[in-house]
């Protein structure tokens, strides 16, 4: 069974702090996806990559970093966590193939509170 | 500027059948998706559509139009375990995801 994990489904931080969400595969996908949802608005990407060691940022990348050092790995990084960074984050990986749809397999989420 | 329109909320009743609407204005087309997310869990694919007409997939059909920039969701013989929300995307001209805020769907008996 395909599989994206995060590793924590529920965080509270406080305002300042450093925040690591970390996100696997296990699918040997080339392209991995960090999303925030919030309610009322469609999924606003973060930060992807397409392969180790690259990244390329999204629509709202400001306050976030991320990191792949390894194939099945994609990490989101908040170096200073802020109350409007409270949200729903979600990973995804596709495959990148010819004639492939572009798929997206998420992950169950981390929801985060920062007070 | 992008924009993927649905409706905020929808209810129906178990058995009877619904359609989901989704409109978009994009840069450029490369195929719509539907996803199913229940509450607190991840979205599932659900279809995707990138030529004109009806994709059916058991009680779930999606229909696409690229020249009205119109796309719908038709669920039939609807059950209580198709409440959930239905996220529409649209794959742009630089194969990015442009997602609409999705519609929540709510099936009373």
């Known amino acids: 069974d395909v599989k994206v994990t995060q590793s924590s489904r529920y965080l509270v931080k406080r305002t300042g702090e450093k925040v690591f969400l970390e996100c696997v595969q296990d699918m040997d996908h080339e392209n991995m996806f960090w999303y925030r949802q919030d309610p009322g608005l469609g999924l606003r990407l973060i930060y992807f990559s397409y392969d180790v060691k690259m990244k390329e940022k999204g629509d709202i990348p400001e306050g976030y970093s991320v990191s792949r050092e390894k194939k099945e790995r994609f990490s989101l990084i908040l170096e200073s966590a802020s109350t409007n960074q409270t949200s729903m984050y979600l990973c995804?990986?596709?495959?990148?193939?010819?004639?492939?749809?572009?798929?997206?397999?998420f992950g169950e989420g981390s929801r985060l509170t920062v007070l | 500027g992008q924009n993927i329109d649905q409706p905020t909320e929808m209810t129906a009743t178990e058995g009877a059948i619904v359609q989901i609407n989704c409109t978009y204005q994009?840069?450029?087309?490369?195929?719509l998706f539907w996803y199913q997310q229940h509450a607190g869990e991840a979205p599932t694919f659900l279809s995707y559509?990138?030529l004109d007409g009806l994709e059916e997939k058991g009680r779930f059909s999606s229909f696409l139009s690229r020249s009205k920039g119109y796309s719908y969701l038709l669920l039939k013989e609807l059950q209580m375990k198709d409440s959930a929300s239905y996220l529409c995307a649209v794959k742009d001209s630089n194969y990015q995801l442009i997602w609409g805020a999705g519609t929540k769907l709510i099936i009373k008996p």
């Open positions: 994009t840069s450029g087309f490369n195929g």
């Open positions: 995804a990986s596709s495959f990148s193939g010819m004639g492939d749809t572009g798929e997206l397999f």
């Open positions: 559509n990138v």
